[in-house]
């Protein structure tokens, strides 16, 4: 018998991206109802997923050794007394399930044996009743009959104990919890853009209602909520977990750059990395106290004292995902005084930076539409971000990187985008170089219109001005509207 999961959980089961699953239900080829696919028509599409064995350890051997099996063993396992509410909370499941079977075959049998009794008074002539007594027997003879397992079911309930489905209200966003993470984390992991401030459980700020489902508290809090707050049903995503398999949350996610506050951090310098002969790596990690909150492509201002003070704007060129360390991709420019220092050796590892952000609103828009993003240079900085953040969300059908050079070095993370491509089906970048900005961004147009140029795409372009001008009168020229084109301006 078929049964209907989640358009989440189904790619969870299948192995694919989500947006790749919700193209193939818009596509007609996966039973949809209400947002729920159909576990039949899934194992149609993918038939690799069908276990065909006989016993149940045949089963559990063959789940072991198939690629769900291998994508279960590389999860992290969530805490013993996450997984043992999670298992108690199954076996209440199936202990209620239990019971309600055995009273429906006693009533079954009740009304059976009613109608043989009502036969036997009738002379046991009575058409009607020999004919239901028989669709009885019958039916009752198909719900005792042994009938192959869901191999998907089985699969949805190994699924359950390791990891959960959380769902936000009002947004609908949903993310999984996998291991040790918390909420709060996992949520950042997937790209939601949930209210938080120390991440430690001392201020407060992401406090959520639980409004179905449990959770269970993974850390230490200082943050005291109040008895109402608590009767509510209110915790502190920042150190709770999902102790059950579907989780349900009210919170407020920030909209857009004008819910992030501005914040001034105290980082230090994790590491330096030489990326190309005039690109460099700057690492910095926040305490663990005091996290930068911050949307992908938006920049930050940067300021180093070695005798004097030096401040400059870079973009953040990491995830928000990953709030604590914060990458930056620094060129030589002589006008640029951190950047200066870094290359002169006068920052080292361990050295303090100081932090004011975020700024800019070069962001994600909503939507599920292509991505297709244009870089000039060190413009690879936030488009990066953006990309990460775009692969977390899970939402767009597919990505292109559009990327010019006009230094030797230009191309300084190549590496990355060919792991991308590798390893991501709906990722493709294309590499161009050019001296000459302006004469590049004519290349690197022809190659859009040529390549993967729709419309109905969101356009993300940044680089200096002459690269971001040209591009940007291209695409309007060629019809797309002008709220799809984001533009970041680098100097």
């Known amino acids: 018998m078929a049964q209907w999961v989640s358009i989440w959980r189904a790619a969870q089961l299948a192995g694919v991206p989500r947006a790749a699953l919700q193209r193939r239900v818009r596509a007609g080829e996966i039973e949809e109802n209400d947002g729920m696919v159909s576990t039949q028509s899934l194992l149609a599409l993918y038939p690799q997923l069908q276990l065909e064995t006989a016993g149940l350890a045949d089963r559990v051997a063959q789940i072991r050794d198939e690629a769900f099996g291998r994508r279960v063993r590389e999860r992290l396992l969530p805490s013993q007394e996450v997984l043992a509410q999670r298992l108690f909370r199954q076996s209440q499941e199936l202990a209620d399930l239990q019971r309600h079977l055995q009273r429906y075959h006693a009533l079954v049998i009740s009304l059976r044996d009613e109608l043989r009794r009502h036969q036997q008074q009738a002379g046991g002539d009575d058409a009607r009743l020999l004919a239901l007594e028989r669709e009885l027997t019958s039916g009752l003879a198909r719900v005792l009959a042994t009938e192959p397992v869901d191999a998907l079911h089985v699969m949805d309930d190994m699924l359950k104990l390791i990891s959960a489905q959380v769902t936000l209200r009002p947004s609908g966003h949903q993310f999984t919890v996998e291991g040790h993470d918390s909420l709060l984390q996992a949520g950042l992991r997937a790209g939601i853009n949930l209210n938080y401030g120390c991440g430690n459980g001392s201020c407060g700020i992401c406090k959520v209602r639980v409004t179905s489902g449990e959770v269970a508290r993974s850390g230490h809090s200082d943050y005291p909520l109040s008895e109402a707050e608590k009767a509510q049903g209110y915790v502190l995503a920042c150190v709770h977990t999902a102790a059950s398999s579907e989780v349900t949350l009210e919170t407020l996610e920030a909209g857009g750059p004008a819910d992030i506050p501005l914040q001034q951090i105290t980082a230090t310098v994790r590491a330096l990395r030489p990326l190309g002969t005039d690109t460099m790596l700057l690492h910095l990690q ?25 401040q400059a704007r870079h973009p953040v060129a990491s995830c928000p995902c990953d709030d604590r360390n914060l990458q930056f991709f620094l060129r030589r420019d002589a006008e640029d005084p951190v950047a200066t220092r870094l290359f002169e050796g ?19 828009a909503g939507g599920s539409q292509p991505l297709v993003f244009v870089a000039c240079d060190h413009g690879f900085g936030p488009v990066r971000s953006l990309i990460e953040h775009a692969l ?67 356009f993300y372009l940044a680089g200096p001005v002459e690269f971001v001008m040209t591009i940007g009168a291209q695409l309007s020229e060629a019809g797309v509207p002008e709220a799809q084109i984001h533009t970041e301006v680098l100097p």
């Open 346 to 364: 006068r920052v080292r590892p361990g050295d303090p930076v100081t932090v004011w952000g975020p700024h800019g609103e070069f962001t994600l």
């Open 286 to 310: 926040t305490p663990r106290t005091h996290r930068l909150r911050f949307l992908a492509g938006q920049s930050v201002t940067l300021a180093v004292a070695d005798g004097e003070s030096a």
């Open 392 to 458: 977390s969300l899970d939402a767009a059908p597919s990505i292109a990187l559009f990327w010019l050079a006009t230094r030797a070095d230009g191309h300084f993370l190549a590496n990355q985008c060919r792991a991308w491509s590798a390893a991501l089906d709906p990722f493709e970048y294309n590499l161009f170089s050019d001296s000459d900005p302006a004469a590049g961004a004519l290349q690197v147009g022809r190659a859009l219109r040529a390549d993967v140029f729709q419309i109905d795409c969101a």
